[in-house]
């Protein structure tokens, strides 16, 4: 594909590009600390809401229930949460953040934070508030198609 025809690809196009230019620089940047970003931002949904249940992170993360479960396998194989099987039934868990997760993102969210707030300053308040709401859109506009 040439250089300029990018331009007039659909929005999904831009949208994936982005989101995977997004991705990969937080994993770079994570890599030293053994963790991915989509394990972090778990690890930080489950740090703060921790009556969260699997079926409300599946949700929220937009990802399967499958995929939520081995993110947390290997957080718990790294120490950063425990399982505790609630009410004698094999599918359901009472998850917490360990010390060693805790200790974990207030670390990383010491020098992660300042790199969020210089790629949400690319943008004044007025393009930030406009993209968000492009974005809320484009969203609600995928969750009715999806059903």
Known sequence: MKLESVHKCPVGFHIN???????NSFNS???PYGI??????LLKILNENPAI????????LYKNKTTITRMMDVLEKKGYITK???NNDRRSFRISVTKSGKSLISELS????????RLNNVFS???M?????VIDKFQEFLFKEAK
Request: charged residues 35%.
């Open 17 to 23: 590009r982005t989101a995977n230019l997004l991705r």
């Open 29 to 31: 940047f994570l890599k």
């Open 36 to 41: 991915a970003g989509e394990q972090f931002t």
């Open 53 to 60: 249940t699997q079926t409300e992170i599946s949700e929220y």
């Open 84 to 86: 505790v099987r609630q």
């Open 110 to 117: 010491g020098i992660f934070d300042p790199k969020i707030e």
């Open 125 to 127: 308040e007025e393009e």
């Open 129 to 133: 508030a406009s993209f968000l709401k």
